[in-house]
C-alpha cells in the first residue's frame, strides 16, 4: 500500500542571513547568494510554492539587497524587522489565510526556529543546511502541475495589489469592480487545462454545486462526448490574472441542457462571477429553446450556490423535460428546473463566450 500523500507546503518562510544568502547583512561587506540557492527559489516557484521572508534585520537595506541579487519578486509579504520571527510567520499565514500546517520556515539559528515551533507547533522547521534537498522532499513536490500554478505567486501579489486598491476607492463597490477592468472568458477545456479544472472539482466546497470530484480521465472522456461541454472560465482584469476560477459540465439534449457541475473559486465570490456564468448559460438557453436543469446537492459548505440558483430562477417544480433524463444515481441529487429567458449582459464584467445556440439540436 502507498504512503499517504503528506500535506503540502504552500507556504516557505525564508530566514535571509546565512540562510538564503551567505553572511550577515549588517556585519559582512558583501553577502552571496549561492547559486544553486537560487535554483531552489526559482524551483519552488514553479511548482506553485509561495515564498515569504521573516528576518532580523533593516528592512530598506535587506529589501535593496534582495532587489540587487535578481530575487526580490519572488517574496510575497516581505517581514524584515526586529520582531519574532513566529509573530512574522503567524502574520504571513494570516493574510494568505493559510493554516500553519500549510506553512514552512527555514532558518540557520536553532534558537530562532525553537521561538517559532512554541508559538506556530504545526509550522513545520527546516535548518539552513537542507535548503539544497526542499525540492527532493514530498511535501514540497505536489502531485499535479497546472496551468495556475506556475503562476500563483503573481496572482496572490497581484491580489495585494487589488485589495489595497479595494480599500483606498471611495464609492460603490459597483464602480470599484467597474474601475477593475474585469474580462471573463468562458471556453471549452484545453488537455493543458484539466488539471486545474481537476483541482477546481476537488477544491471548490463553497461554490461546488454538487461536491462530486471529477478525475482528469473522467473529464477528459466528458471532453471527447459529443453530448457534453467541459467549459472554463478564467478571469483577469487591470493588476493581472486571476486564472481558471470556473468549471461547467454540460450535458446537452434536443429539448434540455442539464448543468451536471458549476465550481467557481472562493477567491472571485465577491466580483460575482458565478452570476456572470449562470446568466450565460440561461442566455444561451433561451436563444436555443431549451429548458435548464442544474443537479444540485446539498454539503455542509456549499449553501451559497443553492442562493446563486435559487435567485437566477431555477426552481424544484417538476417539468415533464425532466422525465427525458436518467435517474441521479446519487438520491441526495436535487435536480432544479429553469425555463430560461433572455438575459441582459453583465455590467461590470466583459464577457467572452462561445455560442452554443446550435447545441441545443443535438439529440439525446
Keep these: 500500500m502507498s504512503e499517504k500523500q503528506p500535506q503540502l507546503v504552500k507556504c516557505l518562510v525564508w530566514d535571509l542571513d546565512n540562510t538564503l544568502w551567505q553572511g550577515t547583512l549588517l556585519e559582512d561587506d558583501e553577502v552571496v547568494l549561492p547559486p544553486a540557492v537560487r535554483d531552489v527559489v526559482i524551483e519552488l516557484d514553479k511548482r506553485g510554492i509561495l515564498q515569504a521572508v521573516a528576518s532580523k534585520n533593516d528592512h530598506d537595506l535587506a529589501w535593496q539587497r534582495l532587489e540587487q541579487l535578481g530575487i526580490a519578486e519572488y517574496f510575497v509579504l516581505p517581514h524584515i524587522g526586529w520582531g519574532p520571527k513566529s509573530t512574522s510567520v503567524g502574520a504571513i499565514a494570516e493574510r494568505l489565510n493559510f493554516a500553519q500546517r500549510a506553512m514552512a520556515f527555514v532558518d540557520d539559528q536553532p534558537t530562532e526556529r525553537a521561538e517559532v515551533a512554541h508559538h506556530l507547533p504545526e509550522v513545520r522547521l527546516y535548518p539552513a543546511e537542507h535548503v539544497l534537498s526542499l525540492p527532493k522532499l514530498a511535501e514540497f513536490t505536489p502531485p499535479v502541475s497546472t496551468v495556475d500554478s506556475h503562476r500563483r505567486r503573481k496572482m496572490y501579489q497581484a491580489g495585494f495589489e487589488r485589495d489595497s486598491a479595494r480599500s483606498a476607492f471611495e464609492g460603490p463597490d459597483e464602480e470599484f469592480l467597474r474601475s477593475l477592468g474585469l474580462e471573463m472568458r468562458i471556453a471549452s477545456a484545453t488537455d493543458e487545462e484539466l488539471p486545474r479544472v481537476e483541482e477546481l472539482?476537488?477544491?471548490?466546497?463553497?461554490?461546488?454545486?454538487?461536491?462530486?470530484?471529477?478525475?482528469?480521465?473522467?473529464?477528459?472522456?466528458?471532453?471527447?462526448?459529443?453530448?457534453?461541454?467541459?467549459?472554463?472560465?478564467?478571469?483577469?482584469?487591470?493588476?493581472?490574472?486571476?486564472?481558471?476560477?470556473?468549471?461547467?459540465l454540460l450535458e446537452?439534449?434536443?429539448?434540455?441542457?442539464?448543468?451536471?457541475?458549476?465550481?467557481?473559486?472562493?477567491?472571485?465570490?465577491?466580483?460575482?462571477?458565478?452570476?456572470?456564468?449562470?446568466?450565460?448559460?440561461?442566455?444561451?438557453?433561451?436563444?436555443?429553446?431549451?429548458?435548464?436543469?442544474?443537479?444540485?446537492?446539498?454539503?455542509?459548505?456549499?449553501?451559497?450556490?443553492e442562493v446563486a440558483y435559487r435567485f437566477a430562477g431555477f426552481t424544484e417544480s417538476g417539468c415533464d423535460c425532466l422525465d427525458a433524463l436518467p435517474a441521479a444515481v446519487d438520491t441526495g441529487v436535487q435536480r432544479w428546473h429553469l425555463v430560461p429567458g433572455p438575459q441582459e449582459p453583465p455590467s461590470t464584467v466583459s464577457l467572452h463566450a462561445p455560442t452554443l445556440a446550435t447545441a441545443g439540436q443535438t439529440p439525446q
Design 252 to 305: 446537452r439534449g434536443s429539448a434540455v441542457w442539464r448543468l451536471k457541475l458549476l465550481a467557481t473559486s472562493c477567491r472571485v465570490v465577491s466580483f460575482g462571477a458565478g452570476s456572470v456564468i449562470l446568466r450565460w448559460l440561461i442566455d444561451q438557453a433561451a436563444a436555443t429553446g431549451v429548458h435548464l436543469v442544474a443537479d444540485f446537492r446539498a454539503t455542509d459548505r456549499n449553501r451559497i450556490m
Design 201 to 248: 472539482t476537488l477544491r471548490t466546497s463553497q461554490m461546488n454545486a454538487t461536491g462530486v470530484h471529477y478525475s482528469e480521465d473522467t473529464l477528459r472522456a466528458l471532453m471527447k462526448d459529443p453530448h457534453h461541454e467541459v467549459l472554463v472560465t478564467t478571469l483577469r482584469d487591470r493588476f493581472g490574472p486571476h486564472g481558471a476560477v470556473g468549471v461547467m
